[in-house]
């Protein structure tokens, strides 16, 4: 039998005792009150609490992508929760213009009661990053102990357990992996790509060379730098580099997984596809935005400290700006774009396939 309900009061049910009475401002207790120091601890508190609804919900979109199959309706949701991270990640973009209505003489007021503290000791922001997909191996060390040194015997183990299951970027390899229509009857999708793409860089070489107003020497330079991207292409005509690629480390994503994201990128107007590419848009939002969180952070830090090493070891400004370009995890999805031709030389689909991947609302039934 279903519980009987009871009333509750507003402070009871939103724990407001316990939240608001959640502010020790160390300075006070050190009889050297600094009027900042609120600040400082909500904005934190605000943020601690942002990650959690943001691994509540990518926590749920896992779980979705967690079973051999995905149920198309839960792209769906897919798109709804990762937006909503997404809405989320730009307020904690902009928190950090309150943050910064503190100013570096403000903050040393109470900085040397803080040490060792600090964001390294984030045990949701770590969590946050490991689901997403960033590998132990691929972290900018800062000191000669691991990442996860810094937390619980407790917490460390459920760092380690996150790291050995499927991250975010495993599941949507996966995914991508099983979508079907990369080879349809005498389709084969790598092969006509490949000729468009032949047909689109003759058509740039040509360009180059007709073109007024540009030198011989210029010409012959810019037809040369068209080589690099020839041989970009290369490693999507050929499994073999991909794979060489990947051994490297320059890419992340297999070769099956990104002819898909590519497919799905390209053909993003059939019907059937536009739910997978806002899906994968949503990943790119949802990197980009770290980024821009990561890069706003460090800046903010430079304007408040210089170059001052952090309170928990690091380099401080020198460490997060390189964070920012090297913790990415869904680059070779940024990456898609290098290998996108204009629509006007995408290869046709065949009439059966073209079917296949529309409503057919509109069909004539008769
Ligand atoms: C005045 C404000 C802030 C300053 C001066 C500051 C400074 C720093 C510094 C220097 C580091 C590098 C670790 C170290 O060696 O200490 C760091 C890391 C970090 N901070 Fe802040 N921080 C500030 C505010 C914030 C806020 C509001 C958050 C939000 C949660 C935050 C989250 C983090 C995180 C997650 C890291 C680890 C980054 C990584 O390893 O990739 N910080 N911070
Ligand atoms: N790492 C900062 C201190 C700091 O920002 C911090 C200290 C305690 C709790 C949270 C912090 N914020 C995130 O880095 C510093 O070196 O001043």
Redesign the pocket.
């Known amino acids: 039998m279903d519980k009987e309900l009871s009333s509750i009061h507003y402070d009871e049910y939103l724990q407001l005792k316990k939240i608001l009475d959640a502010q020790h401002l160390r300075s006070v207790g050190f009889n050297k009150p600094a009027h900042d120091e609120m600040l400082?601890i909500i904005?934190?508190q605000v943020?601690?609490l942002w990650f959690k609804e943001i691994l509540h919900d990518l926590g749920s979109v896992m779980e979705l992508f967690s079973e051999g199959t995905v149920i198309e309706s839960h792209i769906g949701v897919a798109i709804s929760r990762l937006d909503r991270i997404s809405k989320i990640q730009k307020i904690l973009v902009d928190?950090i213009d309150i943050?910064e209505t503190?100013t570096p003489l403000d903050?040393l007021d109470f900085r040397n009661y803080l040490l060792p503290a600090?964001?390294?000791q984030?045990f949701q922001?770590r969590q946050l990053e490991v689901s997403l997909g960033l590998k132990r191996e691929r972290r900018i060390s800062?000191t000669q102990c691991s990442y996860s040194g810094v937390f619980s015997d407790k917490e460390q183990k459920i760092l380690d357990e996150l790291e050995k299951g499927d991250s975010m970027f495993d599941l949507v390899e996966k995914w991508l992996e099983r979508t079907p229509f990369l080879q349809f009857e005498a389709f084969d999708f790598v092969e006509e790509y490949k000729k468009s793409v032949g047909l689109m860089l003759n058509r740039e070489e040509q360009a180059i060379e007709s073109a007024d107003y540009i030198s011989t020497q210029e010409k012959q330079l810019r037809i040369n730098m068209m080589g690099e991207t020839k041989t970009y292409f290369n490693s999507i005509f050929d499994e073999a580099i991909h794979d060489q690629k990947m051994k490297e480390g320059t890419l992340k994503l297999s070769y099956k997984a990104t002819i898909s994201a590519l497919l799905i990128n390209l053909y993003r107007d059939e019907p059937l596809l536009r739910q997978p590419f806002m899906f994968l848009q949503k990943l790119v939002d949802m990197d980009e935005l770290l980024t821009t969180w990561?890069n706003r952070?460090a800046q903010?830090?430079l304007r408040?400290?210089g170059q001052k090493?952090?309170?928990?070891?690091?380099s401080?400004y020198d460490?997060?700006k390189t964070?920012a370009d090297k913790?990415r995890v869904f680059y070779d999805l940024h990456n898609i774009s290098t290998l996108l031709i204009p629509r006007s030389f995408l290869p046709e689909l065949p009439k059966e396939l073209k079917e296949k991947l529309d409503f057919n609302f509109s069909k004539d039934k008769s």
């Open positions: 400082f904005v934190h943020y601690e928190q943050i503190m903050f600090s964001g390294f984030s922001f800062y990561r952070h903010m830090v408040t400290l090493i952090g309170t928990g070891g690091s401080g460490y997060l964070t913790h």
